[in-house]
């Protein structure tokens, strides 16, 4: 099992970006999906989660800038990155909680993908 972002890059203050994280391999289903970030220097912080079900939940920081959500039939969760600033740069993380059988859950963490917001 893997989960792998992708949509990161470098963007103007302003901008905006969509991250994607898909997950592969044998997976009977994946539970609660996260998007964690890591600024440069600093420790990795929790951005935003779903519930399978779509309830969801947002740092204070990106409230009603980014959201979160996700295609259940693709094993695939969103990040939809809107007005973002330079406070936003940091190495963004997937997280989830993958059934691999009806019995046994795991975590998994993607690679991570840069974003990278210019002043």
């Known amino acids: 099992v893997q989960l792998v972002e992708s949509g990161g890059g470098l963007v103007q203050a302003g901008g905006s970006l969509r991250l994607s994280c898909a997950g592969t391999g044998r997976i009977f289903k994946i539970n609660n999906m996260a998007w964690y970030r890591q600024p440069p220097g600093k420790q990795r912080d929790l951005v935003a989660t779903i519930t399978r079900d779509g309830s969801t939940n947002y740092a204070d920081s990106v409230k009603g800038r980014f959201t979160i959500s996700r295609d259940n039939s693709k094993n695939t969760v969103y990040l939809q990155m809107n007005s973002l600033n330079p406070e936003d740069t940091a190495v963004y993380y997937c997280?989830?909680?993958?059934?691999?059988?009806?019995?046994?859950?795991?975590?998994?963490w993607g690679l991570g993908t840069q974003v990278t917001v210019s002043s």
């Open positions: 997280y989830g909680e993958v059934k691999v059988n009806a019995n046994y859950e795991f975590e998994y």
